[in-house]
């Protein structure tokens, strides 16, 4: 068990160095700069009027079904947006038409488009250098659900501004600066797959996993704290031999006998440590525990001298 705790002990301490790192980055960066919205800017007020528009009640038999109608407005120019399909979030897939509001028409938001409302919301110096068709759940937008247009522009920061290819809707700007904090936030929740959120399967199974290394470091601390307390328990004893006097540590219910082994002394024993020869006679200490194998074999002199049988004296 401890070889395997000192390897996840690794895995998760190289993990939690980076939350660490990212979530000091977070807490010291300049959040206005992360945000990306540096040449970002409003929708100008709309110049057209009411009285421009075509009638949607057509449009309503002409496309049904039809569960919602909204009126919106795309770089300065009119939309009925048609929704067939109600959905929760805007970046779940939808299935809806968009209708130029003063022609009638159904329109498709095509490269022309896209490029119109980027350069809308975008007041920063560069001019659009690169337009591309992004499809569902792209490394830049994992979590889009529709196809995208990548709207991108020659500034000093590499601004992207992404328009969804279906409804015309302004995504969202991105620079130089947001994709680096999009960067510490993938590391921070762990999202190497890109799947652009906190709640996914590599989460769950480090969770786990840190928390089986959390029990294995407890049942480790148990074993340590019981060996730690055997040990402060451990009975220590004198042995007076020819030599001197020789101290010999006992681990609980271990016998001197089974000590004076472990240490390499030479003891005299014919039944094993069974306390029926009386052969591994020791002297330790007088008032020594007196067994009845001892009473049996030693005399009350040598008893009263602090002659023991090796056998019978324990460390508890």
């Not at 350069?119 to 560069?126: H, L, V």
């Not at 994992?142 to 247009?149: G, L, S």
């Not at 990548?150 to 501004?161: C, E, G, I, N, P």
């Not at 010999?248 to 003891?267: F, K, N, T, W, Y």
């Amino acid at each position: 068990m401890m070889r395997w705790h000192k390897w996840a002990a690794l895995a998760v301490g190289l993990q939690m160095m980076v939350w660490i790192g990212t979530g000091l980055y977070f807490n010291l960066v300049d959040h206005q700069r992360i945000g990306g919205h540096q040449y970002h800017q409003q929708a100008a007020e709309p110049t057209w009027s009411l009285t421009q528009l075509v009638d949607p009640t057509p449009l309503l038999e002409q496309y049904a079904p039809v569960i919602r109608l909204t009126l919106v407005d795309r770089a300065g120019h009119p939309y009925y947006q048609l929704e067939h399909q109600r959905q929760l979030y805007r970046r779940q897939a939808q299935t809806l038409t968009l209708v130029d509001a003063i022609r009638g028409d159904a329109v498709t938001v095509d490269r022309a488009m896209a490029s119109a409302v980027a350069r809308a919301s975008y007041r920063g110096p560069g001019a659009v250098s690169e337009i591309t068709a992004l499809p569902p759940h792209s490394a830049e937008l994992p979590k889009e659900e529709n196809p995208a247009w990548r709207v991108a522009f020659a500034d000093d920061l590499a601004t992207v501004v992404f328009v969804e290819a279906r409804s015309g809707r302004l995504i969202g700007h991105q620079n130089r600066h947001s994709r680096e904090a999009a960067l510490m936030l993938k590391l921070h929740f762990m999202d190497y797959a890109n799947t652009g959120g906190f709640n996914h399967p590599l989460m769950w199974t480090f969770a786990l996993f840190s928390l089986a290394l959390s029990l294995s470091g407890l049942t480790l601390l148990i074993r340590r704290l019981g060996s730690n307390l055997s040990h402060w328990r451990a009975r220590r004893v004198t042995l007076h031999t020819p030599a001197g006097a020789q101290k010999l540590r006992l681990a609980p219910r271990q016998s001197v006998l089974e000590g004076m082994q472990r240490e390499g002394l030479a003891v005299r024993s014919e039944c094993g440590g069974g306390g029926s020869c009386g052969r591994c006679r020791i002297r330790l200490e007088p008032g020594s525990p007196i067994s009845a194998a001892e009473q049996r074999f030693l005399s009350q002199r040598h008893l009263e001298q602090g002659w023991r049988l090796a056998c019978q004296q324990y460390g508890d």
